[in-house]
């Protein structure tokens, strides 16, 4: 059974409000609430005056519960406390040694100083930046450390052949091994892990860089991109599909599970510290 609205007269002005019937309800506003007399019978009847409020400089009436009350608000309690704590701890250094940038986004002038890195004057101009997430991207993507992206699964560090790297999985960390194997054995020059990202300027939305897993570079000279696949998302369909089509130059090997599956079962044998687990056999 639904809670039913009913119409009930304010207690001490008496206009009728509406309110549920399970609320109860006797006055229509607090206003009217405060001046019943019976609602504050507990209360000491003693007339407490009022005060200047020292930040806006309005007169309010100082409340039963807040007897000791110095402002009308805590809005001016805060801007009032705040102001004298920032002149006493506030330590403003002296401008002699600032001089001008010039924002690469507007051409605007702005002082800042002399080693400051800036290259934007305000946030506004920082975020329409076409250039910022291609920044981001490739600084994330050049840094080493990337555990923390990856904090949960199989994904941990591994050291291959005197190389360190991130492997998210037990299937890239034994491709390592499997192409330090080749290298040993002179059928590849050198491997590196996540080297290169790929950029595909003619996208403006979605999935607008690709970092292969590997990059081979064969005794030839020509150089390889491997990438280890165990379950193909539908990001990792469109970055290789973008991949065939702006960059065709580019040859890139896929190891999906029928590949890594046939290379495992001669490889788990003969190269020493390949991970074994269900998957990865």
């Given amino acids: 059974m639904t809670d039913a609205l009913v119409k009930t007269p304010c207690k001490t002005c008496g206009v009728e409000f509406e309110s549920y019937l399970s609320h109860r309800r006797k006055f229509c506003s607090p206003e009217c609430a405060y001046q019943d007399k019976d609602r504050v019978a507990h209360v000491k009847k003693k007339d407490r005056g009022s005060r200047v409020c020292p930040e806006c400089g309005q007169t309010f009436v100082i409340r039963t519960m807040a007897p000791k009350a110095k402002f009308c608000s805590q809005l001016c309690a805060g801007r009032y406390i705040g102001r004298r704590t920032m002149k006493q701890n506030r330590i403003v250094a002296p401008k002699v040694n600032w001089v001008s940038h010039r924002c690469v986004a507007c051409g605007k002038s702005f002082n800042a100083w002399k080693s400051n890195e800036r290259k934007f004057c305000s946030m506004e101009c920082s975020s329409n930046d076409p250039d910022l997430k291609r920044r981001r991207v490739e600084k994330r993507n050049s840094n080493p450390d990337k555990s923390r992206l990856y ?15 991130f492997g998210r999985s037990s299937w890239e960390r034994n491709y390592g091994r499997y192409l330090q194997f080749q290298k040993e054995h002179k059928l590849v020059s050198d491997w590196d892990h996540e080297t290169t990202t790929f950029w595909f300027d003619e996208i ?18 020509e150089e390889e991109f491997h990438e280890v696949k165990g379950w193909m998302t539908r990001k990792s369909k469109t970055q290789i599909r973008r991949m065939k089509k702006y960059h065709p130059e580019i040859k890139l090997v896929v ?10 079962k001669t490889a788990r044998t ?7 687990s269900k998957n990865s056999r």
């Fill in 204 to 221: 403006k939305r979605g999935t607008r860089s690709y970092l292969p897993d590997f990059k081979v570079t064969l005794w030839t000279g």
């Fill in 270 to 276: 003969i190269i020493p510290g390949w991970e074994w």
């Fill in 151 to 165: 904090s949960k699964g199989s994904a941990k560090w591994v050291e291959v052949g005197g190389k360190r790297f």
């Fill in 255 to 264: 190891i999906d599970q029928v590949r890594y599956r046939a290379l495992a």
